[in-house]
């Protein structure tokens, strides 16, 4: 099994998005002993901006083609991701790869992936809230994977930045939730 393992907070080693994707690829790691992973930093190693010729470098959609299981580390940034994730995401949409117009609608390519995904937000953003109206990495992650025919699972730490006491029951409770994951 290959896992793909990726990152995009600019926070290092304080990120919460950071900790709970390491570890649910390390409860992935345990429960199926061993298996190749495959680590991708894009705050580290950021991919450009989308360009027509960066349709030519194929490296990152063949990294994702080839992975059994992706994992993705992805904070909350001004109500969305992170721009070094979403220039991910534009490598990966690729028509013809991964999805496909057909006369009865798109129809996404690649429905035998798992996909995990670890989000880390400031604030809470519950069905209901008033700011529930503002989620849009959640909403757009679910959305983009379910147009490839992946329905997405979610880790969720949420209100990091509501008080250092919430920040860290928050991140407790989602690395519990990793174990639970990947059993
Ligand atoms: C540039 C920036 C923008 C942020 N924008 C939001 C936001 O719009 N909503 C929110 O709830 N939290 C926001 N936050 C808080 C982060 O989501 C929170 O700190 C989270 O822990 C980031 O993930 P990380 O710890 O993996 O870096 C922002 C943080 C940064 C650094």
Same mark, same amino acid.
């Given at each position: ?5 990726i &990152?995009a ?5 304080n990120?919460a998005?950071?900790?709970?994707? @390491? ?9 199926i ?5 495959l680590y991708? &930093?894009?705050?580290? &190693?950021?991919?450009p ?8 470098d194929?490296s990152?959609?063949? %990294?994702?083609? +080839?992975? &059994? ?7 909350m940034y ?17 028509a +013809? ?7 009865t609608?798109?129809?996404g390519?690649v429905p +035998? ?6 989000l880390? @937000?400031?604030?809470?953003?519950n069905?209901?809230?008033? =700011?529930?109206?503002? %989620? ?7 959305g983009?994977?379910?147009f490839?025919g992946? %329905?997405?699972?979610f ?24 174990v @639970?994951?990947? =059993?």
């Amino acid at each position: 099994m290959t896992i793909l393992h990726i &990152d995009a907070s600019i926070n290092g080693e304080n990120s919460a998005s950071r900790a709970i994707s @390491r570890s649910i690829v390390d409860q992935l790691t345990i429960e199926i002993g061993g298996g190749e992973i495959l680590y991708r &930093d894009l705050a580290a &190693d950021p991919l450009p901006h989308l360009t027509l010729d960066a349709f030519a470098d194929t490296s990152a959609l063949d %990294e994702f083609l +080839g992975a &059994d299981t992706i994992v993705i580390g992805a904070p909350m940034y001004n109500f969305t991701l992170p721009t070094q994730l979403k220039a991910w995401i534009d490598r990966i949409v690729v028509a +013809g790869r991964t999805f496909r117009y057909t006369e009865t609608g798109p129809e996404g390519l690649v429905p +035998g992936k798992r996909v995990i995904i670890a989000l880390a @937000r400031g604030g809470f953003y519950n069905q209901g809230s008033p =700011a529930a109206a503002f %989620e849009h990495l959640e909403t757009y992650l679910r959305g983009v994977f379910g147009f490839l025919g992946i %329905e997405p699972e979610f880790v969720a730490a949420d209100g990091l930045s509501v008080s250092p006491e919430q920040r860290e029951i928050s991140i407790k409770v989602a690395l519990g939730e990793t174990v @639970r994951l990947a =059993a």
